[in-house]
Nanobody, 124 residues
Framework: QVQLVESGGGPVQAGGSLRLSCAAS?????????MGWFRQAPGKEREFVTA???????YPSDSAKGRFTISRDNAKNTVYLQMNSLKPEDTAIYYC?????????????????WGQGTQVTVSS
């Protein structure tokens, strides 16, 4: 079992930055395959943002490229999502998730463990 806790969300103005954290417990992230960040806006489906596969690197969505960066702190068993140049359309609840086994990383259905989410609200 892996428990995930997100933090770092909040209100921010357009053009600003936030850094989300996802702290894992119960198991080392190194023993899993990948971590992803997803988001869900009201009335919309959960959307892939970016992922990191520990052995191969990062895989951002088109909307994340050039603005969002996923990184990892092994010592803290924590993954971060640095979000820059935020836009109102980035407003959503952001979730981190862990995938145990090898495979595709862009679908929410393939992830095994989820955090509770953290709200990001970007005002214009």
């Amino acid at each position: 079992q892996v428990q995930l806790v997100e933090s770092g969300g909040g209100p921010v103005q357009a053009g600003g930055s936030l850094r989300l954290s996802c702290a894992a417990s119960g198991r080392s992230l190194s023993s899993t395959y990948a971590m992803g960040w997803f988001r869900q806006a009201p009335g919309k489906e959960r959307e892939f943002v970016t992922a990191i596969i520990w052995s191969t690197g990062t895989y951002p969505s088109d909307s994340a490229k050039g603005r969002f960066t996923i990184s990892r702190d092994n010592a803290k068993n924590t993954v971060y999502l640095q979000m820059n140049s935020l836009k109102p359309e980035d407003t959503a609840i952001y979730y981190c998730a862990v995938k145990r086994r090898e495979g595709a990383v862009k679908s929410a259905r393939v992830y095994d463990y989820w955090g509770q989410g953290t709200q990001v609200t970007v005002s214009s």
